[in-house]
């Protein structure tokens, strides 16, 4: 009797982790395969503000308890050593998007979107807040996850858009490889020349247009 019990009970262990497999490869097979992994988790995670799906979003916010969300966010990754990356990611958008009722792409690297992070007195480079903090993070040899975490809630706070997401996710990926250059970008980003305002560009075009002429010509 003992026997035939094991036996039903192994072979409910088994069903239950070929259905889990199953579910995992169900989940892979129905993500578009026109855009790169980093974009197709960038368009879910879009698509759960899009539709108000607060309960998901709540999830990932818990990153310590790893919630369905996390497997689901995770399964976007292309290879198991990025899973990480992803899910992370994935909670960094939903701390983001806390309250938020319209999904926000993003643009720019981290290093370029933490140049809108201060005030009207100043921004980026011009922030002791943000200085310190983007030197915290390229100085980092691993991902500094919570100082990324507190990048991501200054630039909330401050109502300014977050970086490119998909873009976040292909950096952190290639953080490490040298050839990347990633933490160097970021910083040249940061803090890299405020471009001329329009304003004075286009006064220097007036005084161009309106120069004297020589009228004995």
Known sequence: MSNTTDTEASSTESESVAGHEQDAETTQASIPPEHPPSEQLARWLASLVHNRDNGTLAELRRPRAKEDA?????????AKDQREVYERVAFLFAVY?????????????????????GSRIGRGPK???????NARIVSSRSIPWRHLQHAVARLRSCEQAPPAWSLLVEDLVRWTDREAKVRYRWAVDFHKPWRATKTATSKTAVRKTSAPTDQNT
Do not use: N
């Open 70 to 78: 996390h497997i689901r966010a995770g399964w976007y990754a292309p």
């Open 97 to 117: 998007h806390q309250g938020a009722d319209r999904p926000q792409r993003g643009y720019d690297t981290l290093g370029a979107a933490m140049r809108r992070i």
């Open 127 to 133: 922030d002791a807040g943000a200085s310190r903090l």
